[in-house]
């Protein structure tokens, strides 16, 4: 049971345009969100998390909304650039535990 | 710093054989992981340990082992490589629940 879901594999978006990656989760216990980008042959990197006590987190380019309500999470990243072609996980845990459940990522690919 | 560090980056091994993964942090950090991460799918959780001397299963424990005898080194280790181990091991540390910090990965091949 994959709690923590992110439906689209891959994204393609032009240079300068907004991004959206989306993340659905189904455990409502979850409240804590991280978003982390992956380059290829490298480790993830955190991005921009997000706590269940806010609905908005926003880092430079990078927003990250939160609707508790619909248990659905998305990251906006305006202006796109070349170099945020990567892939993008989203990962959640409960009550402050370091336990975090992975999405399985979506591929963002930024054309010039 | 250097982070975190894994060795080696890449191996392959043939069914039954044995190997330790070491992972190393230079950030002081009490929480380290194991994840593994296959073709559709997320980084699931393997191992991980609190602090010293600590560890404990997580999602995925079966057919792995770990140890904790520094602080800053989490060893995974393989008993008997099997073909469905084949996947990259991530390494990840953190100061409590807080934001883990990756390892690049070693990419592992079971034959």
């Known amino acids: 049971d994959q709690q923590v879901k992110q439906n689209s594999p891959s994204l393609s978006v032009q240079e300068g345009r907004i991004s959206i990656l989306n993340c659905d989760y189904t455990n409502s216990m979850f409240d804590y969100f991280l978003w982390y980008k992956k380059y290829p042959a490298e480790g993830p990197t955190f991005l921009i998390s997000?706590?269940?006590?806010?609905d908005k987190n926003e880092d430079g380019r990078f927003t990250v909304f939160l609707n508790k309500s619909a248990k659905h999470l998305s990251l906006h990243i305006v202006p796109s650039q070349p170099g945020d072609s990567a892939v993008y996980f989203c990962a959640a845990s409960a009550g402050g535990t370091y336990k975090y459940i992975f999405g399985t990522g979506t591929r963002l690919k930024v054309l010039a | 710093n250097a982070g975190v560090t894994q060795t080696p980056k890449f191996r392959v091994l043939k069914t039954g054989q044995s190997m330790t993964l070491l992972c190393a942090q230079d950030m002081n950090h009490e929480y380290m992981y194991w994840y593994r991460q296959d073709p559709g799918m997320g980084l699931r959780l393997i191992h991980y340990?609190?602090?010293?001397?600590?560890?404990a299963k997580g999602e995925v424990p079966d057919g792995y082992n770990v140890s904790r005898l520094k602080k800053q080194n989490f060893l995974l280790g393989l008993e008997s490589a099997a073909p469905s181990q084949t996947s990259v091991y991530f390494c990840?540390?953190?100061?409590?629940?807080?934001?883990?910090?990756f390892g690049p990965g070693t990419r592992l091949l079971v034959l």
């Open positions: 997000i706590s269940s006590i806010k």
């Open positions: 990840a540390s953190s100061v409590g629940s807080g934001t883990q910090y």
């Open positions: 340990s609190v602090g010293e001397g600590t560890t």
